[in-house]
């Protein structure tokens, strides 16, 4: 069983702060995607990251993939209330397991103006 | 809108009823993938097809589970004798099969109430 720990599994912050979540685990993914999600609806793709020490920024939003691919960090910068979700990341294999992904339980995330 | 739907979006059933989920991946998309998710939970990968052929099943797809996608197309997962620990969000995600990251493409879920 490959398991991803996510941290922590509660935030609530006021609009303008910093916040960095974290993931988690002791085996190794070939990628690692982070999704979000909204009460009621399905995950959004956010990013992928893939290579051992890649960073990629989407707007105020930084993802981190650690060097021995194991853990990955979302930091969000100036948060605003739509940021507000459940994010979850999720690892990903090639070869014989290529077809599921293995989720984290999230961090629920509240942004209050 | 081109991107996975999911129909219906809410259930509410009886304990002991049959209840019938359907999933329309994005139309270019060969592999279909189910996934359930109770709450403060991220989401347990339950089955996935490339094309028509299932080709993996988790542990937690009991017997009273049995997903199909006949044609390669749309899927169906279907419960049996529905119990109340069968509540949850059931997720369908597709991807495309050239896609060595496995990026998964999400549809709005199912939310399923056994009383």
């Known amino acids: 069983t490959q398991l991803l720990e996510q941290s922590p599994q509660f935030l609530s912050i006021q609009e303008g702060e910093n916040l960095t979540v974290y993931c988690n685990s002791s085996?190794?993914?070939?990628?690692l995607q982070w999704y979000r999600q909204e009460p009621g609806e399905g995950p959004v793709l956010l990013v992928t990251?893939?290579?051992?020490?890649e960073v990629k920024k989407l707007k105020r939003l930084t993802f981190q993939f650690g060097d021995a691919r194991k853990d990955s960090s979302l930091h969000i910068t100036a948060a605003q209330p739509g940021d507000t979700g459940l994010y979850l990341c999720a690892g990903a294999n090639r070869g014989s397991t290529l077809g599921r992904l293995y989720f984290g339980r999230g961090t629920q995330l509240t942004v209050w103006p | 809108d081109t991107g996975v739907s999911q129909n219906p979006r809410h259930k509410i059933t009886k304990r002991g009823q049959n209840v019938t989920f359907r999933c329309d991946p994005i139309?270019?998309?060969?592999?279909l993938y189910w996934y359930r998710q109770t709450l403060g939970q991220g989401p347990e990968f339950l089955t996935y097809?490339?094309?028509?052929?299932?080709?993996?099943k988790s542990r937690l797809l009991s017997d009273r589970f049995s997903a199909e996608r006949p044609k390669g197309s749309f899927s169906t997962l279907e419960i049996q004798r529905t119990e109340q620990g069968d509540s949850a969000m059931y997720l369908c995600?597709?991807?495309?099969?050239?896609?060595?990251?496995?990026?998964?493409?999400f549809g709005p879920g199912t939310r399923l109430t056994v009383l």
């Open positions: 990251v893939v290579t051992g020490g």
């Open positions: 995600a597709s991807s495309l099969i050239l896609n060595s990251y496995n990026e998964q493409f």
């Open positions: 139309s270019e998309h060969n592999r």
């Open positions: 085996s190794v993914f070939s990628s």
């Open positions: 097809f490339q094309n028509e052929a299932q080709l993996e």
